[in-house]
C-alpha cells in the first residue's frame, strides 16, 4: 500500500521560512493535501494541490510538487509562533473519494521566539 | 450546524465493554468519514459514507468495527468488546459530496480502554 513519510520534528526562529518534506510512494495520487493540527484540535485544511500542478501559492503557504521523486514540501513564509503544531500530508489514491486520505506520519514544528 | 460536531469529547471504557461514538456532520454534507489517531499507526481511515450508498469499510480494523449513518445525516461508530489498542482519537469528517476537495473535521473522541 501507500508509504506516506515525513520527519518527526522541525524547529525554526520566529521570522524564518520553515519548510516541511513529504515523501510518498503511489505516483497515482490525484489530490495532495496539507493539514494543520494544533493541541488537543482536529484537523485543519491548509492548502491543496493537485497532481497535475508543480506549485501553488497562497499567502505564506507555497506548496510543491516533485513528482517524478515523489516529493512534496510546504514552504511558510515568516514563521510566526502561532504556527506551532503539527502538519500532516495526505493523498488522495487514484479512483477514491477525494478525501479518503492517506496521511503521512506528522511533523512537528516548533516556532521558537 | 456550523462545524462537524462529535460526541463525547471524551470517553473511557473498561476493556471488553463496547462504546458509541457520535458524529454530527454539517448539514448538508452528503459525505462522511471517520479516522483514527493512534500513536502506534497515526492517522488511518476506516469507513466513508456517501448520500444512500453502500459505504466504503475498506478501513475498518476488525469486525468489532462498525458505523452506520441514519437518515443520511448523524453517524454512529460502535467497538464492540473494546480491547486496549482501541484506544486512540477517533475523527469524523464531512464534505459536501465525495468528490469535494475540501473535508471539514471535528475535534475527535478521545477513546481510553483501561
Known amino acids: 500500500g501507500e508509504d506516506v513519510e515525513q520527519s518527526l520534528f522541525l524547529s525554526v526562529r520566529e521570522g524564518d521560512s520553515s519548510v516541511i518534506n513529504c515523501t510518498y510512494t503511489?505516483?497515482?495520487?490525484?489530490?495532495l493535501y496539507w493539514y494543520k493540527q494544533e493541541p488537543g484540535a482536529g484537523l485543519q485544511l491548509l492548502t491543496y494541490i493537485f497532481s497535475n500542478m508543480d506549485m501553488k501559492q497562497d499567502q505564506r503557504l507555497t506548496v510543491l510538487l516533485n513528482k517524478k521523486d515523489k516529493h512534496l514540501s510546504l514552504r511558510i513564509a515568516d514563521t510566526q509562533t502561532g504556527d506551532s503544531a503539527i502538519y500532516f500530508c495526505a493523498l488522495t489514491p487514484l479512483g477514491g473519494a477525494t478525501n479518503k486520505l492517506i496521511f503521512g506520519t506528522g511533523t512537528l514544528l516548533a516556532v521558537q521566539p | 450546524g456550523a462545524g462537524v460536531s462529535q460526541s463525547p469529547s471524551n470517553k473511557v471504557t473498561e476493556k471488553g465493554k463496547d462504546v458509541e461514538l457520535r458524529c454530527d456532520p454539517i448539514?448538508?454534507?452528503?459525505?462522511l468519514y471517520w479516522y483514527r489517531q493512534s500513536l502506534g499507526q497515526g492517522l488511518e481511515f476506516l469507513i466513508y459514507?456517501?448520500?444512500?450508498?453502500?459505504?466504503?469499510k475498506s478501513g475498518l480494523p476488525s469486525d468489532r468495527f462498525s458505523a452506520e449513518r441514519t437518515g443520511g445525516s448523524v453517524s454512529t461508530l460502535t467497538i464492540q468488546r473494546t480491547q486496549q489498542e482501541d484506544s486512540a482519537v477517533y475523527l469524523c469528517?464531512?464534505?459536501?459530496?465525495?468528490?469535494?476537495?475540501?473535508?471539514?473535521f471535528g475535534q475527535g473522541t478521545r477513546l481510553t480502554v483501561v
Open positions: 503511489d505516483s497515482s495520487s490525484t489530490y
Open positions: 448539514s448538508g454534507h452528503t459525505a
Open positions: 469528517a464531512s464534505s459536501l459530496h465525495q468528490g469535494s476537495t475540501e473535508a471539514f
Open positions: 459514507f456517501q448520500g444512500n450508498s453502500a459505504p466504503d
